[in-house]
């Protein structure tokens, strides 16, 4: 199968979505002694299978690239940290888990969520495929294989009787090339009545918020309901019910049990979501093909504001070394020309360079040093954490501001 045939189905793939040029990945932080060698880039496109309508990149990058060692680490988020745990108590409630059940995460990172599980005495395995992630949750007390997931692991697992009541996975069914095996090895973990619980962002609100910057390397699919639960059916899961959050810009939470299974009754959120992806025309592809449009005016606001402001002697800094950010940038062309530096809490990225746009990244402190006239939030999901938590900047007449939807100052 070619890149350009769908992951899922086999279908040609002739619908574009969105073409973001050539870039480095996301998450390929640079030393300096990297600054000094040639940085690889690939195209960055995604294209819409017309028979599943699954959305997907067409770059094949292999995942051992990407994932085996890598500089995410979940718990330097307060606000996913709090969501997560918040989740743990909903499930342990609704599903009525405890000392007897089996809970299994699969791309469990560093044990954010399942440590709260851990406390209130629930048996859990995390199934994370980055050794130096895995490390640390292990070191929290959080039990980590370092592995991949799919329907090997799968079978190894059920082998050890370790099938899941409840298998969990935030934010990663949109990180598996292979989403065949994947599925099908979260079917094949389950107990008979057991849960599956995946959280991805929402592909109506990437298109109403026109978020291009979430299409990177790293995301093979931008998922919409309708095309998860084709997925599903497929590996003999049927979708019960269905959760719309805030997090990552507009994410769905989708519960799902074996189509046999016949103790989960149907959510309300299920019809409502139904709903809301066929007014908006996903199971049209001139709905797709229209995004493209959309996106330049973001490229020439941002470029405009950037320009005026170091026409007029003002001093820039960008927040958070997110990878959409880092799509963002590239995508734009933005360089150390136009933003000095980027800060992030994350001690395992400081001390290197934004991948194509060079930018150095320090702790937090050095915007007290510099004191720059603006600060541009480049992980916009948490602007409102990130204003909160550096109220300081305005206190030297510093300000924020945000490129998406639209260029934004804020306050």
């Given at each position: 199968m070619?890149?350009?045939?769908?992951?899922?189905?086999?279908?040609?793939?002739?619908?574009?979505?969105?073409?973001?040029?050539?870039?480095?990945?996301?998450?390929?932080?640079?030393?300096?002694?990297?600054?000094?060698?040639?940085?690889?880039?690939?195209?960055?496109?995604?294209?819409?299978?017309?028979?599943?309508?699954?959305?997907?990149?067409?770059?094949?990058?292999?995942?051992?690239?990407?994932?085996?060692?890598?500089?995410?680490?979940?718990?330097?988020?307060?606000?996913?940290?709090?969501?997560?745990?918040?989740?743990?108590?909903m499930?342990r409630?609704?599903?009525?888990?405890?000392?007897?059940?089996?809970?299994?995460?699969?791309?469990?990172?560093?044990?954010?969520?399942?440590?709260?599980?851990?406390?209130a005495?629930?048996?859990?395995?995390?199934?994370?495929p980055a050794?130096?992630?895995?490390?640390?949750a292990?070191?929290?007390?959080?039990?980590?294989?370092?592995?991949?997931?799919?329907?090997?692991?799968?079978?190894?697992?059920?082998?050890?009787?370790?099938?899941?009541?409840?298998?969990?996975?935030?934010?990663?069914?949109?990180?598996?090339?292979?989403?065949?095996?994947?599925?099908?090895?979260?079917?094949a973990?389950?107990?008979?009545?057991?849960?599956?619980?995946?959280?991805?962002?929402?592909?109506?609100?990437?298109?109403?918020?026109?978020q291009?910057?979430?299409?990177?390397?790293e995301?093979?699919?931008?998922?919409?309901l309708?095309?998860?639960?084709?997925?599903?059916?497929?590996?003999?899961?049927?979708?019960?019910?269905v959760?719309?959050?805030?997090?990552?810009?507009?994410?769905?939470?989708?519960?799902?049990?074996?189509?046999?299974?016949?103790?989960?009754?149907?959510?309300h959120?299920?019809?409502?979501?139904?709903?809301?992806?066929?007014?908006?025309?996903?199971?049209?592809?001139?709905?797709?093909?229209?995004?493209?449009?959309?996106?330049?005016?973001?490229?020439?606001?941002l470029?405009?504001?950037?320009?005026?402001?170091?026409?007029?002697?003002?001093?820039?800094?960008?927040?958070?070394a997110?990878?959409?950010?880092?799509?963002?940038?590239?995508?734009?062309?933005?360089?150390?020309?136009?933003?000095?530096?980027?800060?992030?809490?994350?001690?395992?990225?400081?001390?290197?360079?934004?991948?194509?746009s060079?930018?150095?990244?320090?702790?937090?402190?050095k915007?007290?040093e510099?004191?720059?006239?603006?600060?541009?939030?480049?992980?916009?999901?948490?602007?409102?954490?990130?204003?909160?938590?550096?109220?300081?900047?305005?206190?030297?007449?510093?300000?924020?501001?945000?490129?998406?939807?639209e260029?934004?100052?804020?306050?």
């Amino acid at each position: 199968m070619t890149a350009h045939n769908c992951r899922f189905c086999n279908a040609p793939l002739k619908h574009r979505f969105v073409d973001l040029g050539s870039t480095p990945l996301a998450n390929a932080y640079l030393t300096e002694e990297q600054l000094k060698l040639p940085e690889p880039s690939y195209p960055l496109r995604a294209f819409v299978c017309t028979e599943c309508w699954l959305v997907q990149a067409d770059a094949f990058v292999p995942p051992e690239d990407i994932f085996s060692h890598y500089a995410y680490f979940s718990s330097y988020s307060d606000g996913w940290v709090e969501h997560a745990r918040q989740f743990t108590i909903m499930a342990r409630e609704r599903f009525g888990l405890d000392a007897t059940s089996q809970v299994i995460e699969v791309a469990s990172n560093d044990g954010y969520l399942l440590k709260h599980f851990v406390e209130a005495g629930v048996p859990v395995l995390g199934i994370e495929p980055a050794e130096n992630v895995a490390e640390v949750a292990r070191q929290i007390g959080v039990p980590t294989e370092a592995r991949f997931f799919g329907k090997e692991t799968a079978a190894d697992l059920v082998s050890r009787g370790l099938a899941a009541d409840i298998v969990i996975g935030n934010n990663v069914l949109a990180h598996v090339p292979d989403i065949n095996d994947f599925v099908g090895g979260l079917s094949a973990v389950l107990k008979p009545d057991g849960v599956v619980s995946v959280e991805f962002p929402h592909l109506l609100r990437l298109m109403e918020n026109i978020q291009f910057d979430t299409v990177y390397h790293e995301h093979f699919y931008y998922l919409s309901l309708l095309a998860v639960e084709k997925v599903f059916a497929a590996h003999g899961l049927k979708v019960f019910d269905v959760e719309e959050l805030p997090t990552h810009g507009g994410s769905l939470r989708v519960l799902a049990c074996r189509a046999t299974s016949m103790v989960h009754a149907i959510g309300h959120g299920l019809a409502k979501v139904r709903a809301d992806e066929a007014a908006a025309g996903f199971d049209k592809v001139e709905t797709y093909e229209a995004f493209q449009s959309r996106v330049a005016p973001i490229k020439d606001g941002l470029l405009a504001f950037l320009t005026e402001a170091k026409r007029s002697g003002k001093k820039v800094a960008a927040y958070g070394a997110a990878a959409k950010g880092n799509t963002l940038l590239n995508f734009c062309g933005v360089g150390t020309d136009l933003i000095e530096y980027v800060v992030d809490r994350n001690p395992h990225k400081q001390g290197h360079f934004l991948p194509g746009s060079k930018l150095p990244i320090y702790a937090p402190e050095k915007m007290d040093e510099t004191q720059p006239d603006y600060v541009l939030i480049l992980p916009w999901n948490i602007k409102n954490e990130v204003v909160a938590a550096n109220s300081r900047v305005g206190a030297w007449g510093g300000r924020f501001a945000v490129a998406v939807p639209e260029l934004t100052v804020l306050g």
